[in-house]
């Protein structure tokens, strides 16, 4: 089946840096990714639509400017958490559809972020 | 708007016993419905699906059955173990909004031996 990788798995940094998660479609390509973001024994909050060739798509209430996101390529979709703060730590996860076959979402296996 | 409601949890079960969650929905067309289970520590997979009313997805023991009267997708299965311990979201996806998905406030099972 279809498969999807962040890296990292885990990261923690300092309150006021920058952090990079990678979203990568391995065996497929994606034109669209999803970046979703959990809070503990919380459901999956959609953050924001990756577009490859166009800018991201944010939902409501998510910075623009504070999450930056790149898709670099039909495989690959980066999620930046710019100036981290305490409040960003969280769960990220990212998904791709494969609409080539049969549009079933494929999820990563998440990042965890710890700001401290 | 569209919206997955799900029965909060934990719901904690000895082994052998039989599973219900509950799950409704709200949306404003003809939904996909979706069952996907989080392990500790893991993304999500997605358990079964449903695309039409009275369709149903069974995966793993698991079965849900779309139910277009009640707007229910609710997951059962006869006889849990511990392995299936995890959080299982309920999710829709309207047929006509590409591959975005609606998700459940999610349920925790807890399996005991």
Same mark, same amino acid.
């Given at each position: 089946?279809? %498969? %999807? ?7 923690i &940094? =300092?309150?006021?840096?920058? %952090? =990079? ?11 669209t990714?999803?970046?979703?973001r ?32 790149n ?22 996860i &990212? ?22 | 708007g *569209? ?12 082994? +052998? ?7 409704t929905?709200? #949306?404003?067309?003809y ?18 699906? #449903?695309?039409? #009313?009275?369709?149903?997805?069974? *995966? ?8 277009? +009267?009640?707007?229910?997708?609710? $997951? +059962? ?8 311990? #995890? ?6 996806? $309207?047929? *006509?909004?590409? *591959? ?14």
């Amino acid at each position: 089946g279809a %498969v %999807v990788s962040q890296h990292p798995s885990w990261v923690i &940094c =300092k309150s006021g840096t920058s %952090v =990079k998660i990678e979203c990568r479609s391995l065996d497929f390509q994606a034109t669209t990714m999803f970046w979703y973001r959990q809070f503990p024994k919380q459901s999956l909050m959609l953050m924001a639509t990756s577009n490859e060739g166009s800018k991201a798509t944010y939902e409501q209430g998510v910075e623009k400017d504070k999450f930056l996101i790149n898709h670099a390529s039909l495989t690959l979709s980066t999620l930046t958490v710019t100036s981290a703060h305490p409040e960003d730590s969280s769960f990220y996860i &990212c998904s791709a559809p494969q609409t080539e076959t049969n549009h079933e979402q494929y999820f990563g296996p998440g990042t965890r972020l710890t700001v401290t | 708007g *569209n919206s997955v409601t799900q029965m909060e949890g934990p719901v904690t079960l000895s082994e +052998e016993a039989f599973l219900t969650i509950n799950c409704t929905y709200t #949306a404003t067309g003809y939904p996909s419905l979706f069952w996907y289970v989080q392990y500790p520590g893991e993304g999500l997979q997605l358990l079964l699906k #449903a695309t039409k #009313a009275d369709d149903k997805g069974s *995966n793993k023991g698991f079965e849900a059955t779309y139910r277009k +009267e009640t707007t229910s997708f609710h $997951l +059962e299965k006869g006889s849990v173990q511990v392995s299936d311990s #995890a959080v299982y979201f309920c999710a829709l996806r $309207l047929n *006509n909004a590409g *591959n975005m998905l609606t998700f459940g406030g999610g349920t925790r099972l807890m399996v005991k031996p």
